[in-house]
């Protein structure tokens, strides 16, 4: 789910602890303090600031937030009374008075524990090569005590002492994904032992980072398969777009810019028309998993989009397409949808490269609730959506409810 609490001053705290923290991380890298771990500055510390609980107890991010204000005013008071010797005894008044009077929360409430790679990211891209690389460590790894789903139920999973988490939840966008990384590298144990297998050794760091992307895909489809949505708005899979005429480019391209539609077509779906609202990005079944006539069939939607056919009254058909051959049961799994049945399909992501709303294949097109993720403070606009067409109503809902994404507590 999108970030609990809507406070802007909140999620600009969490920001700037971030900033501060990795700039600090940084600085001790390049002073030669810390070294490396696993590609990137390692934190050197057991704990680190907890920003995941801050986020959920709004009253406990206040007071920190005061006692930041009043250690910050306390300082300045400090500083302008060695300049300023005539006030010196009202300034170190003032400075003890805000330190007395601020609330000072218990650091076990505002600290957590930490690893060496808790402030690493994730190098893959979230390409939809590395999800179907992930896809195939997560079948031969972990779907023995996960479950092919992700819904902890796998064929181990009573033998453990402890049930793996099902991935049908926001676990995975809460943690912090450096956390994630060292604990399938390094297991997890409670206090009676062991309860999640390491893999170090077994798998290199990239296996790791794919099986946590692909980990977020399983995430959406078990969510799709209990309540019918995402848990947390997924990323948009990055992939190579192919353009007619035009060069190549990464999906990640457009984020930050433009929405993007992606649209699963084949002979029975031809390419909806270009909308200047979004990018409309094309995925096609791989000629290679198609079988008999449906093969023909699929080439046969290439064509849809020659000149010659396009009336120009709606006019031209969308033709930038995704290069990927796993695309196809990628966004599949996604829409929480077997290959077979997805033609129809679409997914809209918003501007920053979140993937927030789907039209299911059957529907055909975009019905009223079409997005997934939504927050408390979302349709508070006058319109009404009668007054709209769905898929207006649909882009309206997204852009009037950005996600306030939170990861391990901290905006991501
Ligand atoms: C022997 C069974 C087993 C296998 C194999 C296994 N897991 Fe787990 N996993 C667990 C259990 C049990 C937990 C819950 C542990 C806990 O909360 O202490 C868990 C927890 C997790 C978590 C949640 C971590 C967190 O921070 O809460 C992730 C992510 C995860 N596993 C990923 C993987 C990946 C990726 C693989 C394969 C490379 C894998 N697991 C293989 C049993 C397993």
Redesign the pocket.
């Known amino acids: 789910m999108t970030s609990p609490p809507s406070h802007l001053w909140l999620n600009a705290l969490l920001q700037a602890l971030q900033f501060v923290q990795s700039t600090w991380l940084g600085a001790l890298y390049a002073l030669g303090i810390t070294d490396d771990s696993h590609g990137a500055p390692a934190w050197p510390w057991a704990q680190r600031i907890a920003g995941e609980n801050l986020v959920i107890d709004v009253a406990l991010a206040r007071q920190f937030a005061w006692m930041l204000a009043a250690i910050a005013f306390a300082i300045v008071c400090l500083l302008l009374a060695l300049c300023w010797r005539r006030a010196w005894r009202w300034l170190t008044a003032a400075a003890i008075g805000a330190l007395v009077l601020s609330p000072w929360p218990s650091p076990t409430l505002w600290l957590t524990a930490a690893v060496p790679t808790s402030f690493h990211s994730s190098p893959t891209g979230f390409t939809v090569d590395s999800i179907a690389r992930g896809s195939r460590?997560?079948s031969a790894?972990?779907a023995?005590?996960?479950g092919a789903d992700g819904r902890g139920e796998g064929p181990?999973a009573a033998t453990?002492r402890?049930?793996?988490?099902t991935m049908a939840s926001a676990?995975?966008s809460r943690?912090a994904d450096g956390?994630?990384f060292w604990?399938?590298l390094y297991g997890?144990?409670?206090d009676q032992g062991v309860?999640?297998?390491g893999?170090v050794g077994r798998?290199s760091d990239r296996e790791?980072w794919a099986?946590?992307d692909y980990?977020r895909v399983l995430s959406a489809s078990a969510g799709m398969a209990a309540g019918g949505s995402w848990p947390v708005p997924i990323a948009l899979p990055s992939v190579a777009v192919k353009c007619a005429g035009r060069p190549d480019r990464p999906l990640d391209a457009w984020r930050g810019h433009q929405r993007v539609r992606v649209v699963a077509v084949d002979a029975a779906h031809p390419p909806p028309f270009e909308d200047p609202r979004f990018l409309t990005l094309l995925i096609r079944r791989d000629d290679g998993q198609a079988t008999g006539p449906a093969t023909a069939s699929v080439r046969k939607v290439a064509t849809v989009a020659a000149p010659g056919n396009v009336t120009p009254l709606f006019g031209t058909r969308a033709d930038c397409v995704a290069d990927a051959r796993d695309a196809w049961p990628v966004f599949a799994q996604i829409a929480g949808a077997s290959a077979a049945g997805l033609a129809g399909t679409e997914w809209l992501a918003d501007r920053d490269g979140w993937l927030r709303a789907l039209a299911p294949a059957g529907r055909r097109g975009w019905a009223d609730g079409g997005l997934m993720c939504t927050t408390s403070t979302s349709l508070q606009d006058g319109d009404t959506a009668s007054a709209r067409d769905p898929l207006t109503a649909t882009l309206r809902e997204m852009d009037n409810d950005p996600v306030r994404f939170v990861k391990g507590g901290f905006v991501h």
């Open positions: 460590i997560y790894q972990c023995a005590c996960h181990l453990l402890r049930w793996p988490p676990l995975l943690r956390e994630l604990h399938v997890m144990r409670d309860t999640m297998p893999f798998l790791v099986a946590l980990m």
